[in-house]
Nanobody, 124 residues
């Protein structure tokens, strides 16, 4: 059974950094693409970043490009989202997701399995 568990949510001030982790179980990352989505208050869920592990391709939303970095450890099945230069508009609930399933994986792509989410709050 595919499961994703996020951790690292919390609060920060503008310009600070936070790191989110996603622990995956029930599958190996080599055959998947993993993404981070977020949902700001009053808005829908949007993809922030993703990584496709078979070739290492990454993709970032323009709003976070140059500030956020996604990377993974295949041996430990952990995907990390390093968030630097945080802005108040980064506030929201962050979700780790699989993007499709083998062989239908893509980055960016449509979310399939969702984690429970972890909150991020960035103040001025």
């Amino acid at each position: 059974q595919v499961q994703l568990v996020e951790s690292g949510g919390g609060s920060a001030q503008s310009g600070e950094s936070l790191r989110l982790s996603c622990e995956a179980s029930g599958f190996t990352l080599e055959h998947y693409a993993i993404g981070w989505f977020r949902q700001a208050p009053g808005k829908g869920r949007e993809e922030v970043a993703c990584i496709r592990f078979n070739d290492g391709k990454t993709h970032y939303d323009d709003s976070v490009k140059g500030r956020f970095v996604i990377f993974g450890n295949r041996n430990d099945n952990i995907v990390t989202l390093q968030m630097n230069g945080l802005k108040p508009e980064d506030t929201g609930e962050y979700y780790c997701v699989t993007l499709g399933g083998p062989p239908f994986v893509s980055c960016p792509g449509a979310a399939d399995v969702w984690g429970q989410g972890t909150p991020i709050s960035v103040s001025e």
